[in-house]
């Protein structure tokens, strides 16, 4: 797989469609364009093909400065440009392109190619990475860190209303660059909802103007959600969101099963009914079973048996297999 390296916008990018991007790059692309400064942001799109809002931003970007000198220099990445095409997060068969970061782990072509990608960033030691995905669920607009440290926190003070911190996927992005920089991943809704458009293009532009990435004054809440734990389901399990005992499915959960994510769910809480916990299952961040700590069944019911909070719950079947059900915060408060 060849990662092609530009130093000029192809006229191409600045209007073409999302889906149109594979025909004007041909495949994962870095494009270093000159700025101001010398040290460079670098910015990253379309890990997840269907992820439109990164792109949407993208092609912000590239119009905002195209006859205007950048603040700085800027490192742009686009990712799958294949997957991107069928409007998928990847194709049958490719490897997740957020979970191939961690560099001697796999020996996929993709792996490869982010191991060149992060050689690159790391030679150029930029002032910031922000990578940019959606959700499928119904999410505050927010950034996750993978590390608790000053400037990672001021980083993500800009952007949306939460930070969370999480070190597992340990192979995403933003993982495999905060060795050497700091780095965010967004989540800006649901892909190309305009609010998330919005707040991430001027999210960029912000910490692409600054010289020093200060702590945001008006988020006057220090606190920060830490991921402990995630859920999965059973792959083969038959899933609806209709909230019946009696029916064929194993899991019928309620059908607002994602409108808890960054809200307190107590302990006793109905999420559904199940056939038993056999098909569903909550890990922590190094896979341990913590299933019977935060789930059981009563009757026919699922009910909680801790008191936690929710993100990024989804009700996309297809994602709640392939990736997860949703993960599981809990609150700490950074020191200052
Ligand atoms: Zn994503």
Known sequence: MQLKILNEVPSKLYTCKVTEVHEVLGGPTIIHLKGKLTKPLFLSALLHGNETTSFDVL????????????????????????????????????????RIWQIGEGDTPEHEMAAKV????????PFASIDIHNNTGKNPLYGCVNSTEPEFMALASHFGS??????????????GFCTFCTAITIEAGLPSEPRGVVAAFEFFDKIFHMDKITMNPERAEFEIYHTIARLKVDERARIDFEDQGDGDSDLSFIPEFDSQNFKVVKKETHLGHAKNLKCIRVEDNN????TNDFLKIEGSALVTNRTFIPSMFTKDIYVMK???????????????
Request: proline share 6%; net charge negative; charged share 25%.
């Open 118 to 125: 992060t050689a690159y960033a790391k030679e150029h030691k």
């Open 59 to 98: 092609s912000q970007v590239l119009n905002k400065y195209k006859n205007e000198e950048l603040p700085r220099d800027l490192i742009i990445f686009i990712g799958n440009t294949l997957a991107a095409v069928e409007g998928m997060r990847h194709l049958p068969g490719q490897p997740d392109y957020n």
């Open 287 to 290: 896979g341990r079973d913590l």
């Open 322 to 336: 392939e990736d997860c059900l949703g993960y599981i915060m809990e609150v700490i408060i950074p020191t200052k």
């Open 162 to 175: 939460n930070t969370v911190y999480f070190t597992e996927p340990h192979n995403v992005q933003s993982m």
